[in-house]
T-cell receptor, first 115, second 110 residues
């Protein structure tokens, strides 16, 4: 079974630009979550999508947004990039069809550098 | 979600069992204990989880105290590839959000 796939793996953008990152979950998984990892703040939850609806949201500004498609693939968008947005962005997928104790599986991440 | 406390770093000799402690004294009845690890610059890897019973899989064992206020992750025969940051996370059942702390940096020594 293929794992969680994130594209691109590396990205360099200029301040003020916007960026879109993509995540393809494990087949059959319906929940996709996004995380930001920086040396200063560690791993922080951005948001979670389930059946094309945002179900949970972390404490990030509105410049960070996402969406999920009917095939469970997800994208996240960051507008008006700032230097502080440089980070490893991680996507995790899980299946919440049954049971309360699902396991989330992470992709390898997209390393975004803002210059 | 309940907070967790882990030692910032630990060393373990290769081939020995690595025992990683985690304190979660404010855990609620509907919260599970999850363990993940992250090898440098890779995505976190799921290891194991449990509610109140001890659990074992091919990677590790999870021992949860009877009062559920603490747990221990056991890697039975540590190898150099087990060098990573290990995160203990308490998560409400049905809530996909994972709240990561600073974790324990485990170094396996040859």
């Amino acid at each position: 079974k293929a794992g969680v796939t994130q594209t691109p793996r590396y990205l360099i953008k200029t301040r003020g630009q916007q960026v879109t990152l993509s995540c393809s979950p494990i087949s059959g998984h319906r929940s996709v979550s996004w995380y930001q990892q920086t040396p200063g703040q560690g791993l922080q939850f951005l948001f979670e999508y389930f059946s094309e609806t945002q179900r949970n949201k972390g404490n990030f500004p509105g410049r960070f947004s996402g969406r999920q498609f009917s095939n469970s693939r997800s994208e996240m968008n960051v507008s008006t990039l700032e230097l502080g947005d440089s980070a490893l962005y991680l996507c995790a997928s899980s299946w919440t069809g049954q049971g309360m104790d699902t396991e989330a599986f992470f992709g390898q991440g997209t390393r975004l550098t803002v210059v | 979600d309940a907070k967790t406390t882990q030692p910032p770093s630990m060393d373990c000799a290769e081939g020995r069992a690595a025992n990683l402690p985690c304190n979660h004294s404010t855990i609620s009845g509907n919260e599970y204990v999850y363990w993940y690890r992250q090898i440098h610059s890779q995505g976190p890897q799921y290891i194991i989880h449990g509610l109140k019973n001890n659990e074992t899989n091919e990677m590790a064992s999870l021992i949860i105290t009877e009062d559920r206020k603490s747990s221990t992750l056991i890697l039975p025969h540590a190898t150099l590839r087990d060098t990573a940051v290990y995160y203990c996370i308490v998560r409400v059942g049905g809530n996909e959000k994972l709240t990561f702390g600073t974790g324990t940096r485990l170094t396996i020594i040859p």
